[in-house]
């Protein structure tokens, strides 16, 4: 499945923000550091979305707000 390439750098940026290791995440996501990995763009074939969605909702628990691209473009920041 091919994944929109702001989501994937989302997903890089997020990890960065909290300072967590690609196996952190993966960690706290149920999934291997390999779909870590593939969801950030840097492996093939790509992560399922189940995977990406697992990865989102583990930053998000971690205090991560995704941004939409609202004309200023997609971003991430913590939450207040």
């Keep these: 499945m091919e994944q929109d390439k702001n989501s994937l750098a989302q997903l890089r940026a997020a ?3 909290i300072g967590w290791s690609q196996q952190a995440l ?3 996501a149920g999934v291997s550091s390999m779909t870590v990995k593939r969801a950030e763009g840097s492996g093939s074939p790509a992560a399922s979305a ?12 971690a205090g991560v707000v995704f941004l939409a691209e609202n004309g200023g473009g997609p971003g991430v920041r913590l939450r207040k």
Excluded: C, F, G, K
Aim: proline share 0%.
């Design 15 to 17: 990890r960065a923000l």
């Design 26 to 28: 993966a960690d706290a």
């Design 50 to 61: 189940d995977a990406v969605a697992a990865l989102r909702a583990a930053l998000e628990n």
